[in-house]
């Protein structure tokens, strides 16, 4: 099972707005909506931000949204802020071959 | 409050064996399915092994198969991961995480350092 493939940087300003996509096959993300995505700051274990392609786990912003489409699903970041500087990894369910697989990870710098 | 706390890692030669624990408090953890995953040095997240809640189900990664074992103990509250024949790419920081069903992972521990190295 080959991982999910996402940019390996993007970047904004605070209070614009970013996206991170992440591509897999119908086997993963395309085949279950049960897409997730992680924060990750450095030296700290990951977050989750979004489960089941779109829903916020309570205390997470809503400035934090997801959404998917065919094989792609994706993360925006609404209003940047600096603490939102992190690395961001989505994951999704693969069913019985390799039960999950999780992106490379996006490295977010805000500018 | 949910925690998970690894233990168990350190340095090891290649071909060696390590096992990892995992201490769960806070919640019923006989009703959680969990996981590890893993983490190399500068890399990205890795799925590495599941275990189902009775224990009676478990999934590896193809990296890993063969070569390591997952476990549970619920009446300690406890998940394991045994480690043999250990290869230098299979140093990493390893994740115990808790599984929401098929939602992904809603709680992780703070991790332990896997070292292959002679």
């Known amino acids: 099972q080959s991982a999910l493939t996402q940019p390996r940087s993007v970047s904004g300003s605070p209070g614009q707005s970013v996206t991170i996509s992440c591509t897999g096959t119908?086997?993963?993300?395309?085949?279950?909506?049960?897409v997730s995505w992680y924060q990750q700051h450095p030296g700290k274990a990951p977050k989750v931000m979004i489960y089941?392609?779109?829903l916020r786990p309570s205390g997470v912003p809503d400035r934090f949204s997801g959404s998917k489409s065919g094989n792609t699903a994706s993360l925006t970041i609404s209003g940047l802020q600096a603490e939102d500087e992190a690395d961001y990894y989505c994951?999704?369910?693969?069913?019985?071959?390799?039960?999950?697989?999780f992106g490379g990870g996006t490295k977010l710098t805000v500018l | 409050e949910v925690q998970l706390v690894e233990s168990g890692g350190g340095l090891v030669q290649p071909g060696g064996s390590l096992r990892l624990s995992c201490a769960a408090s806070?919640?019923?953890?006989?009703?959680?399915?969990m996981n590890w995953v893993r983490q190399a040095p500068g890399k990205g997240l890795e799925w590495v092994s599941y275990?189902?809640?009775?224990?009676?189900?478990?999934d590896y990664a193809d990296p890993v198969k063969g070569r390591f074992t997952i476990s549970r103990d619920n009446a300690k509250n406890s998940l394991h991961l045994q480690m043999n024949s250990l290869r230098a790419e299979d140093t990493a920081v390893y994740y115990c995480?808790?599984?929401?069903?098929?939602?992904?992972?809603?709680?992780w521990g703070p991790g332990t350092l896997v070292a292959v190295s002679s």
């Open positions: 275990i189902s809640r009775s224990g009676d189900n478990r």
């Open positions: 089941d392609v779109t």
């Open positions: 806070g919640f019923t953890f006989s009703h959680y399915e």
């Open positions: 994951c999704s369910h693969a069913g019985s071959y390799s039960h999950w697989v």
């Open positions: 119908s086997t993963d993300v395309g085949g279950y909506d049960y």
């Open positions: 995480a808790r599984e929401r069903s098929t939602s992904g992972f809603d709680f």
